[in-house]
């Protein structure tokens, strides 16, 4: 188990180094995903490698010529990276610029300045009732996949298409697996190892992300582990797109509390949701991105309340409370989160909501905010 997590530690210490390691041992092409709803299985199965653009960890520079500081945490940092010449093995790029306005930048920004081998721009629908966001869906995969066979030269079979998303569903399976041993014995990981092991799956291939989890699954049935009764159990929930800095899961784990599941991007949100693998396979895919759970606020979703499915985790996990992590300027979730907070205070749910900021100078204000916050649910 050790071994599988240092693993994982330094993969996603360098994702940089990592990806570009990777292209250069496969010989094939990189192809960069902007989160969170690319079905990169049409890239696998194309035989490039698809990978989940991040958030790098240096400070905006020659970025902040592009995107207005008040643009998110993630947009900035990847505009940064690409101009500054970071993302050079990355030879093509996938944006979904409905997500939020901020996506809908990237096309232009690289198209002039970066100009990779191959660019994709989709366009995939709100979820309003009717059928006809499906056939819409369908359209746009099936002209996606046109345009990968245009630039690979290689047709895509529904075979291969078949293959990858067996893959992709054995990935989603191990990481619930990896998830339902936590939920059992909440002291088995860390918080941070948790993140890297789902951030990992995002860049690694996922045959090679398959082995590691099946090894660190048996290690983690096998280990036993201390309860650790006094500490408080809380979920968070939120911060789309990216990692959170891993010194916030610290500081929430050193104030006395412990994180049994979540409701994260690089977390439970990422593997929801299998492929089915019966009928079409672009059907199939159109299917899991049109599935309104878990409650996405960049698919429009409002028949279904993202709060009761927060508040159901809480409680399925007998957590004290959740803290909501908005990533500073996401329109999206900040559009979303009055209701969330309204159907907090309905329930009498103990909650905060935390703003990550791309740049943090310094953890102090959000310690202050968590340390009451722990007081408070402490002495539930
Ligand atoms: S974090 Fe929010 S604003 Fe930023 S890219 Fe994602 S959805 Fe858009």
């Not at 306005?101 to 100009?115: C, D, N, S, T, Y």
């Not at 949701?273 to 606020?297: E, F, H, I, K």
């Amino acid at each position: 188990m050790e071994k599988v997590l240092t693993e994982i530690a330094e993969v996603t210490a360098d994702p940089y180094g990592y990806v570009a390691g990777l292209k250069e041992r496969k010989e094939k092409k990189v192809i960069g995903c902007f989160p969170m709803h690319i079905p990169d299985e049409i890239i696998h199965a194309a035989d490039l490698i698809p990978v989940v653009i991040w958030r790098g960890n240096e400070p905006v520079t020659w970025g902040h010529a592009h995107v207005p500081p008040y643009d998110c945490g993630i947009t900035r940092s990847f505009v940064d990276d690409a101009v500054r010449g970071k993302l050079g093995f990355m030879d093509g790029m996938v944006f979904h610029v409905r997500q939020c306005l901020q996506a809908g930048e990237f096309p232009f920004i690289m198209e002039r300045h970066v100009k990779p081998s191959y660019q994709k721009v989709l366009y995939l629908p709100a979820l309003y009732p009717g059928d006809v966001m499906r056939d819409f869906t369908i359209t746009e995969l099936e002209g996606f996949k046109t345009s990968l066979e245009e630039f690979t030269g290689k047709k895509i079979s529904d075979d291969n298409l078949n293959k990858s998303i067996e893959i992709y569903n054995k990935n989603r399976s191990l990481l619930e697996r990896v998830y339902e041993i936590r939920r059992e014995k909440p002291e088995i990981l860390k918080a941070r190892e948790v993140m890297q092991i789902v951030w990992s799956s995002m860049f690694m291939l996922k045959e090679d992300h398959n082995k590691l989890l099946t090894e660190l699954i048996k290690g983690m049935e096998a280990k036993t582990v201390e309860p650790e009764k006094d500490k408080i159990r809380v979920i968070p929930v939120g911060c789309l797109c990216q990692t959170l800095q891993f010194d916030i899961l610290d500081l929430i784990e050193d104030l006395g509390m412990i994180i049994p599941d979540d409701d994260l991007y690089i977390g439970s949100r990422y593997f929801a949701n299998q492929v089915n693998l019966d009928g079409s396979p672009l059907g199939a895919l159109a299917d899991r991105y049109l599935t309104r759970t878990p409650v996405c606020p960049t698919k429009g979703v409002w028949q279904v309340h993202w709060g009761d499915e927060a508040i159901k985790k809480m409680r399925d996990n007998d957590a004290r409370g959740i803290i909501s992590i908005i990533v500073k300027y996401c329109p999206p979730h900040a559009c979303y989160y009055p209701d969330f907070k309204s159907k907090m205070e309905q329930e009498g749910i103990n909650a905060i909501m935390i703003e990550m900021e791309h740049e943090i100078i310094t953890l102090e204000a959000i310690k202050t905010r968590l340390q009451s916050f722990v007081e408070i649910i402490g002495g539930v």
